[in-house]
């Protein structure tokens, strides 16, 4: 584990940080205010990146094997990179919180003493503790450190001295007053020039410029409080300048910390007790047994006609989907309860509630086969959207996750929330990169050459990932007019946008794929 060494920053470097964090906010300014995410996205990253290494550079020790906080980096940049290379509006809002969440979770690994303890629940308070507590602690150390320095520095003499200076600029305004008035008088150049100062004046918007100037120093106050609450803990106690910030609400912090780290506070998932996990299981077995017979009756054997004439596959789809993703998420709750259970039970209990769990997991695969296979149906009805097909996705994880839960049934040495985390990253990371309005306008194209019926409104207001595949298929002649029509339109607006900051790749091949339309 990547860890800080006991290495207090001089007041120097300390202040040094605050002015690259505040440069950063400056950059956050340019990069995103009053422009859609693009490029910037990945710019941002890199820069606080460049900001957090150099501020732990002096007490960074590695070891030498690989760290998974050091692999987290791959998806965070692979993340930052759909910014560029997609348009789905979905992701880029889901994009917005996951890739602050992973940066949270890897610098907290990196500055944290926790070999194993990631893959535990308490983990998740430690990482908020640096991101919300101990930032804001440390964001105070500027305005501790110019109070301290002008205690220190100022003396009575040097009050007075202030206090005269501020007399006389006082005094000074209205003789300045008289003397531009006469310098106006007597040279027609200074008097233009001076006429025309409230006209440059009035053209800056002075609310957006404090409001612009607020975010930026907010953010180079956070960032920088983030980066040195990392080193916060490591701090020694003759730091003076580090005492006088943190004071007893940092040591709390530290206190609660430490409780974290030497394990002596806990923090529990819900559990059952294993006699009522027991009578549970064995209840809701039953009725799933009774569900997984209908299942293979009805439903499965649907192709041979075993379905009521008065019902179509349709609905009995429709009817089912929502419902069985229910159950499945009530099942993989208990599953969650049964196997963190606090309270020991016998070896005979033990072996009874690993075959009940068995059980379980066999029919919640039944219940996720069947779940699928109503949406497959339900979409051959009704068409392909991001909905149903983040549906599929979705299922296919909780199939996994399923898959990783009867591993953890047999074999109690198993990790299952970092097994959990790892898998959870890389399957968002794919559902990324598959190009989902690609894959819809695929789809309702087949759909359509198969049955003749598109929701062309739907399509049309598909990000620009989908264009390319739209295109083409307007161009072949197959495609309906009103399809033809709004892409026309949307020709004429355009997908790219004004700034560079926004430049994004798919928008702008979905433009260039428009102009060369017939």
Known sequence: MTSIKEQPSSTRDQLTLLLFALIVGVLYDFLFYDKVAGISVPIFVIAFYTLFWWGIRSGAALQPRLQFSWLLLIPIFLLSLTYVLFDNPVFHMLDGLAIPMLIAFQTTLIAGKHDGDWGRIRFVRYILEHTIPRA???MAFPFSFVKKGMKNRIDEGRLNTLKKILLGLVISLPLLWIVILLLSSADLMFSRMISELPDLLLNVNLGETIYRGLWVVLIGLYLFGYIRGMLATETRSDDKVSDSVDG??????????????DGSEQIHLPSLDPVVAGTILTVINLVYILFVFIQFSYFFGGGMGTLPSDITYAEYARSGFMELMLVTVINFTILLMTLHMRKQPSSSLKKMLRVLLTLLVVCTFIMLISAYSRLTLYEEAYGYTRFRLLAHAFMIFLGLLFVLAFRRIWNEKVSLLRQYIVVGIIAYVIVNYINIDRMIAVHNIERYQKTGRIDVYYLGRLSADSMPTLVTFVEKNDGPEELK????????KGFSEDHWQSWNWSRWRADRWMDEME
């Open 136 to 138: 804001l602690i440390n």
């Open 485 to 492: 029509g709004m892409i026309n339109a949307k020709r004429l």
């Open 248 to 261: 007893d609400v940092s040591k709390k912090v530290q206190n609660d910390t430490k409780k974290i780290q």
